[in-house]
C-alpha cells in the first residue's frame, strides 16, 4: 500500500510517499480502507521530535481517520465490510478499571492512532472494531476525518471538565484552529456567551459564523483588558486554553472569580507561572484535560450528523503532498482542519 512515512524527525521533507507492507489483522481488528486523514499539530509535534518520547521508527502518522472497511479479523461481529466508519482516535487495553468505568482516555496504556502506533496517513490502517464508529451519512470523508480528534477534545474540556452551562462567558484562545473552531460550536450549542481571539480579522469573521458573540484580535488587542471591559470588569466563566506560556497570563487574567481554566495544550511552551494567593483567593480551578472518552466521540458525531455541530475544513490536499500540508498546518493561517485525501 501507498503511505506517508518518515525514519528520522525533522521538517516536512522528512515525509516520504513510499510503497509499505499492508497491516495484518488480530483478532477483535479491522482492517480500513482510508479515505480522508485530517491533520493535528499533534502530527507536526511528533514528525519534528518529542523531548523524552521514543516514537517508533519507521512511522506513519494520521489520527484522524475515515473511510470503509475492507476486511474484518476473526472475532468481529458489529461492522461489516464496506460499512462507512469514523474511527475513535484513542487507544486503550479495554480490560483496566478505568476501561471498564468508560474512561478509557485515564487508561495507563492509553495511546492515539499516528502517535505511538501507525495512523491514518496511508491507504490502509488497522483498528480495533472497539474504535469503529458508524460515519454521519450527512458528511464526505473530507469532513467526516475533520471531526474526532478536536471535537472529543472541546467536548472533553468545555462539558466533562469544566462543565461550561448556559448563560456563562467562555474565552476560547485561538478560535481559527481546528480545536478553537470546535469549541466556538459547541459553546455556542449550550447557550454560553463565547469570546473568541484570533490574530486576523478574516479568522474572526469566520469564528463569527460559527457562534462567536465577542471578537478579539490579538494581534492588535489585548485579551485580558478585552474581556473585562465586556464583562464589567469581572471576567469569563470559563477559559478554554490550548496555547500555553504565550496566553497563560492573559488567561489567568480573563477569569471572574470563582471561574475555571481548562487546558490541553502547550503549543507555544510548557513552563508558566502563577500566584498561589491569588489561585485560593479568587478560587479559581486549574483543570488539565486530555483528549475524552469513545462515548464522548459518539456524543459529537450524533450531533453532527443532526446538524446541530459542523467540521470545518480549510484545505484538501492528495496525501502524496503530505509535505505540503504539513508547511501548510505549520504557518497557522489556516481556518479548521487540514486534510489529506486518500
Not at 482516555?105 to 474504535?131: Q, W
Amino acid at each position: 500500500m501507498k503511505a506517508i512515512v518518515f525514519s528520522e524527525h525533522g521538517g516536512p521533507e522528512v515525509l516520504r510517499y513510499t510503497e509499505v507492507g499492508e497491516p495484518k489483522l488480530g483478532v477483535g481488528e479491522v482492517l480500513v480502507r482510508v479515505r480522508a486523514c485530517a491533520l493535528n499539530h499533534l502530527d507536526l509535534w511528533v514528525r519534528q521530535g518529542l523531548p523524552g518520547v521514543q516514537i517508533p521508527l519507521p512511522h506513519i502518522l494520521g489520527s484522524d481517520i475515515a473511510g470503509e472497511v475492507a476486511r474484518v479479523g476473526e472475532g468481529v461481529t458489529r461492522v461489516k465490510v464496506g460499512q462507512k466508519v469514523v474511527l475513535a482516535p484513542g487507544l486503550s487495553c479495554n480490560t483496566c478499571d478505568a476501561c471498564i468505568s468508560g474512561l478509557d482516555n485515564l487508561c495507563r496504556r492509553y495511546t492515539i492512532f499516528g502517535y505511538m502506533v501507525d495512523g491514518g496517513c496511508a491507504e490502509y490502517v488497522r483498528a480495533p472494531e472497539v474504535n469503529t464508529l458508524p460515519m454521519p451519512a450527512n458528511l464526505s470523508f473530507e469532513e467526516a476525518s475533520a471531526v474526532p480528534l478536536v471535537f472529543l477534545t472541546a467536548w472533553h474540556m468545555l462539558i466533562t471538565r469544566a462543565g461550561l452551562r448556559a448563560g456563562e462567558g467562555v474565552l476560547v484562545l485561538g478560535a481559527g484552529s481546528g480545536i478553537g473552531s470546535a469549541a466556538v460550536q459547541i459553546a455556542r450549542l449550550v447557550g454560553a456567551r463565547v469570546f473568541a481571539t484570533a490574530g486576523s480579522d478574516a479568522k474572526l469573521a469566520k469564528a463569527k459564523e460559527l457562534g462567536a458573540d465577542e471578537l478579539i484580535n490579538h494581534s492588535k488587542q489585548d485579551i485580558a483588558e478585552e474581556v473585562k471591559k465586556r464583562t464589567a470588569k469581572r471576567g469569563v466563566d470559563v477559559v478554554f486554553e490550548h496555547v500555553g506560556a504565550a496566553t497563560w497570563e492573559k488567561s489567568l487574567a480573563s477569569l471572574a472569580p470563582g471561574g475555571r481554566l481548562v487546558t490541553c495544550g502547550a503549543t507555544t511552551g510548557a513552563e508558566a507561572k502563577i500566584d498561589i494567593r491569588r489561585l485560593f483567593v479568587l478560587q479559581w480551578s486549574l483543570l488539565g484535560s486530555y483528549m475524552g472518552t469513545r462515548g464522548e466521540v459518539l456524543t459529537v458525531l450524533k450531533l453532527v450528523e443532526q446538524g446541530k455541530l459542523r467540521p470545518v475544513v480549510d484545505k484538501i490536499f492528495p496525501l502524496a503532498e503530505a509535505a505540503a500540508a504539513h508547511a501548510h498546518l505549520e504557518k497557522r493561517e489556516q481556518f479548521g482542519k487540514v486534510v489529506l485525501r486518500v
